[in-house]
């Protein structure tokens, strides 16, 4: 299958301090990639769309300007969470799936932020 | 509105088989997926139906029935890597993925 990479597995940062996060298709061309927040024993919840070369789609209640999202390239998304508090502190995901349609997603290995 | 239910958590014996259930409810349906996820890592794909009937695939088996917006995962065999969430995910009209919160699923010996 194909290849989706994030980066880093785990961050702890302080509160007040921004953090970025990169998603990578490694194998594969994407166009549009998700990122997905996720609390303990919750399910995956989306973020917002990363569309290559455009804004990204933001989920309602998704605060853009906190969550700033950069998809400059075919195989690169980037999360970044400003300002971080500790509520931020959960599971983030990026996925991306081959093609448009009907097609599987692959997940990045996600990243544990916490923030103290 | 789009949901997705699934049972929170299961527990099933090792060797054993034991059937995990989704009920979903779509705007437009173009298929329901079955994701893996242990403890503290992405979730991988196990399958894909979106005809009516069973897939199955080594151990495990996925069925659907469309009419009543129903899926199962069937695992076979049990083993302790089994521990782990399994999550539901149909695709609605647009191609976007709605989440169910996941089955926890626990093996014991």
């Known amino acids: 299958g194909a290849v989706v990479s994030q980066h880093p597995s785990w961050v702890i940062c302080k509160s007040g301090t921004s953090v970025k996060i990169e998603c990578r298709s490694l194998?594969?061309?994407?166009?549009?990639m998700f990122w997905y927040r996720q609390f303990p024993k919750q399910s995956l919840m989306l973020m917002a769309t990363s569309n290559e070369g455009s804004k990204a789609t933001y989920e309602q209640g998704v605060e853009k300007d906190k969550f700033l999202i950069n998809h400059a390239s075919l195989t690169l998304s980037t999360l970044t969470v400003t300002s971080a508090h500790p509520e931020d502190s959960s599971f983030y995901i990026c996925?991306?799936?081959?093609?448009?349609?009907?097609?599987?997603?692959?997940f990045g290995q996600g990243t544990r932020l916490t923030v103290v | 509105g789009q949901n997705i239910d699934q049972p929170t958590e299961m527990t099933a014996t090792e060797g054993a088989i034991v059937q995990i259930n989704c009920t979903y409810q779509t705007s437009g349906f173009n298929g329901l997926f079955w994701y893996q996820q242990h403890a503290g890592e992405a979730p991988t794909f196990l399958s894909y139906?979106?005809l009516d009937g069973l897939e199955e695939k080594g151990r495990f088996s996925s069925f659907l029935s469309r009419s009543k917006g129903y899926s199962y995962l069937l695992l076979k065999e049990l083993q302790m890597k089994d521990s782990a969430s399994y999550l539901c995910?149909?695709?609605?009209?647009?191609?976007?993925?709605?989440w169910g919160a996941g089955t926890k699923l626990i093996i014991k010996p």
């Open positions: 996925s991306a799936r081959v093609g448009a349609g009907v097609t599987e997603a692959f």
């Open positions: 194998d594969f061309q994407a166009t549009t």
């Open positions: 995910a149909g695709m609605d009209s647009n191609y976007q993925l709605i």
């Open positions: 139906n979106v």
